[in-house]
């Protein structure tokens, strides 16, 4: 039988030795090196016409909702700056793509100071062309399909989702979810995220899913990390987070049944001895759902949009 503590502890390895891995590279560059990247990518890929603006930075962001982040200058269109989410350091690929985006960006920036041409900002919709929202038009996107035409590795988008292809999912260490039910009748349910360093205490868990929605009924299951995405994220005593929101998943029960039958998950259950991990994944599912067709679950909800420029004065 394994033990409460036991089952943290196995989850804390396994993140540790994910932390561990070789440093990861992109054409020879650690990825954390910014600035040797934006380079390389300038070169590359702009065939070295991007000239930053002065004081121009390139930083990591601690964003898991933003990959990527655009700065500038709205009266001058100068650029002040690149964002990248810490996290990504990770994830070359992800990282890269991410970096270029921003870089499509500062292009659109650039060129208009230099020639004044309000379209290379793709600020609103024109008929019959493509627009998805403001900053991505016609421009932007014409750069983006040149790109990835001529660098399919780039896989450029205009929206990028944690945990997609470009993604080296052996890095992304799993996580851990509460199920909360909250009216089974009525299909409706939420899921919370643990911290990842929380300690699995059921009694704790389950009063946080009183506090928020006045049931106890919970499941806890381990999941990979980029199923995790998008849920409310539990403080590390696993109580809510200040001003949580009380949000309700609707067709919780199909979507649960999903989620179990999908690779990688597993559910963590608690005999009255402590928690032991349910090995045998074929062994999870809710009685009740049996029936109920598969549904995936939203798991992405907001964010991630490399797009996601700011803009300031
Ligand atoms: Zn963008």
Redesign the pocket.
């Known amino acids: 039988m394994i033990q409460a503590s036991q089952v943290a502890g196995d989850h804390m390895r396994m993140n540790q030795a994910i932390k561990i891995q070789t440093r990861p590279q992109f054409a020879g560059i650690p990825t954390d090196n910014l600035s040797a990247l934006f380079r390389y990518c300038n070169r590359h890929y702009f065939n070295s016409e991007l000239r930053p603006s002065s004081g121009f930075r390139l930083t990591f962001s601690r964003s898991a909702r933003l990959s990527?982040c655009?700065t500038y200058c709205l009266q001058t269109h100068e650029d002040w700056g690149i964002a990248i989410s810490s996290r990504l350091k990770c994830h070359p690929r992800a990282l890269v793509s991410t970096l270029v985006?921003?870089m499509?960006?500062m292009l659109a920036h650039q060129r208009f100071r230099e020639t004044g041409d309000k379209d290379l900002l793709d600020e609103e919709e024109k008929p019959g062309q493509p627009f998805v929202n403001r900053?991505?038009g016609a421009f932007?996107i014409g750069q983006l399909e040149q790109m990835n035409e001529r660098f399919p590795h780039l896989g450029l988008t205009?929206k990028s989702t944690f945990g997609d292809h470009l993604y080296d999912h052996a890095r992304i260490a799993p996580a851990r979810l509460m199920l909360v039910s909250i009216c089974p009748l009525q299909g409706k349910g939420m899921v919370y995220r643990l911290h990842e360093r929380a300690e699995l205490n059921w009694s704790h868990l389950r009063a946080t899913a009183q506090a928020m929605h006045g049931v106890s009924d919970i499941q806890v299951v381990e999941v990979p990390g980029q199923l995790a995405e998008g849920f409310p994220l539990l403080r590390r005593d696993n109580a809510p987070r200040k001003n949580m929101k009380r949000r309700v998943l609707r067709h919780f029960a199909s979507k649960t049944a999903a989620l179990l039958e999908t690779a990688g998950v597993r559910e963590l259950t608690q005999t009255p001895a402590g928690a032991r991990i349910t090995r045998n994944p074929s062994e999870c599912h809710i009685p009740s759902c049996e029936n109920t067709p598969a549904s995936h679950l939203r798991i992405h909800p907001a964010g991630h949009?490399?797009?996601?420029?700011r803009h300031r004065m």
């Open positions: 990527g655009f985006h921003e499509i960006h900053g991505h932007f205009v949009e490399p797009e996601s420029y």
